[in-house]
């Protein structure tokens, strides 16, 4: 599909949505969503305080950019000095529409190396559970971005949703997500289909048009984040929650053996958790330049429960056994994972009952053995997911919280 075709078929569902007012940033399954991490009155101007779900990056200066929503938009700004202030936001799309801005579902961020600003996020449609997968770009630093256009070439008006976006060094632009047009399709006949699908496109002509929707499996989780980086061969690796079975939520990962085929995805946790729901609680991974995956996710299961990393080791081709961290008595969750070297980071989330806090463990032999966690930040309020970032050799933790607002905090 064109870029002008996408972009046709984007202007009569914004005005669909313009009827049946679904024109402000929202969650998706409400029912099962906390308050977000903003008490401002969309009234007022958009600001990163206010921001719903950030999304943060660094360029090859040093330049902190940001991805968030707030009143309808996506918005893009950036920091000169570490998240202390920054440059006025710039409203992505102009037309308001519904936005997907909190927890699982989020506006993504990617920069290439010539300096180009990709932003996807999911717009969801009038029915709950639905939508579709929105990207735009910028390529004069953020002072203008392209019309939104719709990436997945499906218009059922069914989930497609949950994206993740990536751009390697070549520049070209990966977008995966969680699709269930394969379960709308079943449901018509009868038929019964446990959970999504995982699709992707790509572009190779930075964002201007993209390759048509790929399947790479059947039965996923359908609300879980899904995770891209890259390998040492510049191709896409994607990371997600897997359904096996009945309702057993554990893990899958897909290389990619060129830029347009995915290889045969492999089950990388076995912790048997049986749960005929979704968990809400997508993996991370962070891949180093040897080829070694690290890898974060969250389970429930009877027998063993919690946070866990586990690392591939590409000189043996093998999982390394998967080793849990954190306090799960104290609701730890939401793992994110950073390498640089053989240096590796986990951060997460919890909770003792008064405030929320953000933990870090640390090792320094590529995940061989930890240091002692260490709690880094305290909020009293709402706070949103941690996330760890790199610019170059420095390692950050990005938090958005309700009484402090966005926080970047060095952790090297």
């Not at 069914?158 to 997500?177: E, K, P, S």
Request: aromatic content about 12%; hydrophobic content about 35%.
């Amino acid at each position: 599909m064109t870029g002008y075709n996408r972009y046709y078929k984007a202007c009569l569902l914004l005005l669909l949505a313009s009827f049946t007012g679904n024109v402000l940033a929202s969650g998706d399954h409400k029912q099962h969503t906390k308050k977000p991490v903003s008490s401002c009155d969309v009234a007022q101007a958009a600001s990163v305080k206010c921001a719903l779900a950030p999304s943060a990056v660094f360029d090859a200066s040093g330049r902190l950019w940001l991805a968030w929503a707030y009143g309808g938009h996506v918005y893009v700004n950036y920091s000169d000095d570490k998240g202390k202030s920054f440059s006025p936001a710039l409203a992505v799309n102009r037309i308001a529409e519904e936005i997907s801005a909190r927890g699982e579902n989020r506006p993504k961020i990617a920069l290439d190396q010539k300096g180009a600003i990709y932003v996807s996020w999911t717009m969801p449609l009038e029915k709950r559970f639905t939508g579709h997968i929105r990207f735009s770009y910028s390529t004069d630093g953020g002072y203008h971005f392209s019309e939104p256009v719709i990436v997945n070439d499906n218009w059922d008006v069914t989930g497609h949703r949950f994206d993740a976006l990536g751009v390697n060094r070549q520049g070209d632009v990966y977008i995966a997500w969680l699709d269930k047009r394969d379960r709308f399709k079943a449901a018509k006949s009868g038929e019964k289909y446990h959970g999504a699908a995982v699709y992707f496109s790509w572009s190779d002509d930075g964002g201007k048009s993209f390759k048509p929707d790929k399947k790479i499996i059947d039965h996923s989780c359908e609300c879980c984040r899904v995770i891209i980086d890259f390998d040492e061969k510049d191709l896409p690796v994607i990371l997600w929650r897997n359904i096996y079975g009945k309702d057993v939520r554990d893990h899958a990962i897909v290389n990619f053996l060129s830029k347009d085929t995915p290889a045969k995805p492999q089950r990388v946790s076995f912790d048997e958790w049986h749960i005929d729901a979704c968990p809400h609680h997508g993996p991370d991974m962070s891949i180093n330049d040897n080829g070694d995956y690290h890898l974060v996710w969250f389970n429930n299961a009877a027998a063993r429960h919690g946070l866990f990393y586990a690392r591939h080791d590409q000189a043996s081709n093998r999982m390394i056994e998967a080793v849990q961290f954190g306090d799960f008595s104290k609701a730890a969750s939401h793992a994110t994972v950073i390498h640089r070297e053989n240096t590796v980071w986990l951060a997460w989330k919890q909770f003792d009952g008064k405030e929320e806090s953000v933990w870090l463990q640390k090792s320094t032999d590529n995940g061989d053995s930890w240091q002692q966690a260490e709690k880094i930040a305290v909020t009293a309020g709402s706070a949103d997911y941690p996330f760890l970032i790199r610019d170059k050799d420095q390692v950050y933790l990005q938090w958005q919280t309700e009484v402090e607002g966005f926080r970047l905090i060095s952790v090297n």
